[in-house]
């Protein structure tokens, strides 16, 4: 078996994300090292009691990563021998720490960090909108003539686009008419994956440089950028696109290819939410898909990794 793991993005945090890991005993280092980023509070306190701090920037980074590596730590002795790992915009970050590139507090305190300068560098009335039922040329054009741009390429035709606010607003307008199947503009109030946040990666870029180098361990997944689905063989290429992804176009489509290029069979989204293993179920219709948060405990997807 070859398992693709894949890590999730900001937007799919809810109050249940860590139930299936907040009692594991692999998993209470990584709820501590979070502690001190969200002032004192444990981010499974957080996520139960809801509201809006889920959804904000460095909240929602940080919770993200602890979701993937929480999962990770709790799955590690059920994963197959043979592996590979993206992470989807933040969970790229988590990605690493999967892959044994950086170690868990090392992780959580770069989310904060890629957070505060993505917030820093983004000002307000910006954000992002999900289109799907265009081409991504016909999506790249409209966004080029709403002052907006191409952020993330889910499929040959999903994309997410951004930009100020009102321009997603009649750029999605636009996309209906011309025949898209959905076009909204999301609850995120900052323009990722763009030039807007050119500052953002420089920042995130010495942020990175600070942070020695790791040798990971023996059998740990074979690491895959999130900005082109490029496997990381050399530490520094792979940080530099680590901090690009923030300002740059990232091309998820090409990390699934690769995923699917390696030969995985399986695939297994860590979380919170499910919509990478949605994704990846039309883009690797042959595999065997399931997110985390689909199972009922810990157990079943030990079970599930264990069949033939």
């Given at each position: 078996?070859?398992l693709a793991i894949?890590l999730?993005?900001?937007?799919?945090?809810?109050?249940?994300?860590?139930?299936?890991?907040a009692?594991?005993?692999?998993t209470?280092?990584?709820?501590a090292a979070a502690?001190?980023?969200l002032d004192?509070?444990d981010?499974?306190d957080?996520?139960r009691?809801?509201?809006?701090?889920l959804?904000?920037n460095r909240t929602g980074?940080?919770?993200c990563?602890v979701a993937?590596?929480s999962?990770w730590?709790?799955?590690?002795e059920a994963?197959?021998?043979?592996?590979i790992?993206?992470g989807?915009?933040i969970?790229?970050?988590a990605?690493?720490?999967?892959?044994?590139r950086?170690?868990?507090?090392?992780?959580?305190?770069l989310?904060?960090?890629?957070?505060?300068?993505?917030?820093a560098?983004s000002g307000?009335g910006f954000?992002?909108?999900?289109?799907?039922?265009?081409?991504?040329?016909t999506?790249?054009d409209?966004?080029?003539r709403?002052?907006?741009?191409?952020?993330?390429r889910?499929a040959a035709?999903?994309g997410?686009?951004?930009g100020p606010?009102?321009?997603?607003v009649a750029l999605?307008r636009?996309a209906?008419?011309?025949?898209a199947?959905r076009?909204?503009?999301?609850p995120?109030?900052?323009?990722s994956h763009t030039p807007?946040?050119?500052?953002?990666t420089?920042a995130?870029?010495?942020?990175l440089?600070?942070v020695p180098?790791?040798?990971?361990?023996?059998?740990?997944?074979r690491?895959?950028?999130?900005?082109?689905g490029?496997?990381?063989?050399?530490?520094?290429?792979g940080?530099?696109?680590?901090a690009?992804q923030?300002?740059?176009?990232i091309?998820w489509?090409a990390?699934l290819?690769a995923?699917?290029?390696?030969?995985?069979?399986?695939?297994l989204?860590?979380?919170?939410?499910?919509?990478?293993?949605?994704m990846a179920?039309?883009?690797l219709p042959?595999?065997r898909?399931h997110?985390?948060?689909?199972f009922?405990?810990?157990?079943g997807?030990?079970d599930w990794?264990?069949?033939?």
């Amino acid at each position: 078996m070859t398992l693709a793991i894949l890590l999730s993005g900001q937007g799919g945090q809810h109050p249940a994300m860590f139930d299936i890991t907040a009692e594991h005993p692999a998993t209470q280092d990584v709820f501590a090292a979070a502690r001190p980023l969200l002032d004192g509070a444990d981010p499974r306190d957080l996520a139960r009691a809801g509201g809006d701090t889920l959804n904000a920037n460095r909240t929602g980074q940080i919770l993200c990563c602890v979701a993937a590596l929480s999962a990770w730590r709790a799955l590690a002795e059920a994963m197959p021998d043979r592996s590979i790992v993206a992470g989807y915009s933040i969970g790229d970050l988590a990605a690493w720490g999967v892959a044994g590139r950086l170690d868990t507090a090392d992780v959580l305190a770069l989310a904060a960090r890629r957070a505060e300068a993505m917030d820093a560098a983004s000002g307000a009335g910006f954000g992002l909108a999900g289109i799907r039922g265009l081409s991504l040329a016909t999506l790249e054009d409209l966004a080029a003539r709403h002052g907006c741009h191409l952020a993330i390429r889910n499929a040959a035709d999903s994309g997410v686009v951004g930009g100020p606010r009102a321009a997603l607003v009649a750029l999605c307008r636009e996309a209906t008419g011309a025949g898209a199947q959905r076009a909204v503009v999301l609850p995120v109030h900052t323009p990722s994956h763009t030039p807007l946040l050119d500052a953002a990666t420089a920042a995130f870029r010495d942020a990175l440089a600070a942070v020695p180098p790791r040798r990971p361990p023996p059998r740990m997944p074979r690491l895959v950028s999130g900005l082109d689905g490029s496997t990381v063989f050399r530490d520094a290429e792979g940080r530099d696109k680590l901090a690009l992804q923030i300002s740059r176009t990232i091309d998820w489509a090409a990390c699934l290819e690769a995923c699917r290029e390696y030969g995985a069979d399986r695939v297994l989204e860590l979380g919170p939410g499910h919509a990478l293993a949605t994704m990846a179920r039309a883009a690797l219709p042959a595999a065997r898909v399931h997110a985390v948060e689909e199972f009922r405990s810990l157990d079943g997807v030990a079970d599930w990794l264990a069949r033939p």
